[in-house]
């Protein structure tokens, strides 16, 4: 049962972007819709589950909601500029990249001799994944220039919200269940504040409600399958949700690849999903 609630997580957290591009609208709305979906779930659930919710949890829960939604409001935005297809497998690489790294530098979780070898041959088969997705044809006019830069730019500070959203749970070890609402009034929050500019209130925003949900579903089923199957487990499960958003934004959403692409897209897919079940190894 806990491997079936891992892979809907994996499902749900993979399908977000691909979804959110059909049901249409700009960055702006799709993040505001999916923060609204998210605390309406968040709110059913807390009378269900009924966390404590102390001023600690309350004020991390909202800071941690806040940088989840740069990261969000970025990624959605850098799908502008570089595609479905390339931001998934090259966000999810920067983000296992980035928590690690302050894992180990901050948290000190790698202590074994052991730990620390297969945490750097996954952290390099992570980066050599995160390149194959990204690599250009010769000649190609497919995010030349200054899109691709740009695109690059705002995927690298979708990554720091994304970082930022898990390292400061951790660090004041606010247990899942109890950050659940706060977490999801600091996204609506930080979305109202980082959208309000484009104009997100219309219908393209009721519509990406769905996303919140479907990105709330896979937090919840994450929580449940942790003690049933363990963090490693979970956690490598959690990656390979990159599969469906890489594969349907080359077969969905008809993002233009020549064969060497969606070769190398393909590749670097498994070696990232390869990086992260490594990963989960090193954690305890």
């Known amino acids: 049962m806990g491997i079936i609630l891992a892979v809907i997580t994996a499902v749900c957290w993979g399908s977000i972007v691909l979804v959110s591009q059909k049901l249409g609208g700009d960055s702006y709305s799709q993040t505001l819709g999916m923060t609204i979906g998210a605390l309406v779930f968040s709110v059913i659930t807390f009378f269900i589950v009924h966390p404590e919710i102390n001023t600690l949890v309350l004020i991390v829960g909202a800071v941690s909601g806040a940088f989840w939604v740069v990261g969000q409001r970025f990624q959605f935005a850098s799908v502008d500029h570089l595609g479905v297809s390339k931001i998934v497998p090259l966000s999810t690489g920067m983000q296992l990249f980035g928590t690690t790294l302050f894992g180990v530098l901050v948290f000190h979780e790698w202590k074994t001799k052991t730990e620390i070898i297969i945490g750097i041959i996954s952290i390099s088969v992570i980066i050599l994944g995160a390149v194959f997705t990204s690599l250009r044809d ?15 730019l705002i995927l690298l500070l979708s990554t720091a919200g994304y970082v930022g959203y ?28 980082l959208t309000f500019t484009g104009k997100p209130f219309n219908k393209f925003a009721v519509r990406n409600i769905l996303t919140g949900v479907i990105w709330s579903t896979g937090n919840i089923t994450l929580l449940l399958s942790l003690p049933k199957i363990g963090v490693a487990t979970s956690f490598s499960l959690s990656q390979t949700g990159i599969i469906i958003s890489t594969l349907g934004g080359i077969f969905i959403l008809k993002e233009k690849k020549s064969k060497r692409q969606i070769i190398f897209v393909i590749a670097g897919c498994l070696l990232i999903i390869a990086g992260g079940v490594m990963l989960g190894f090193t954690k305890s």
Request: charge should be positive.
């Open 166 to 193: 898990v390292v400061i749970v951790n660090w004041f070890k606010v247990g899942g269940w109890e950050a659940i609402l706060p977490q999801a009034a600091g996204m609506f929050i930080g979305g109202l504040l």
């Open 138 to 152: 010769k000649g190609s006019q497919e995010d030349s220039g200054k899109s691709y830069k740009k695109g690059f």
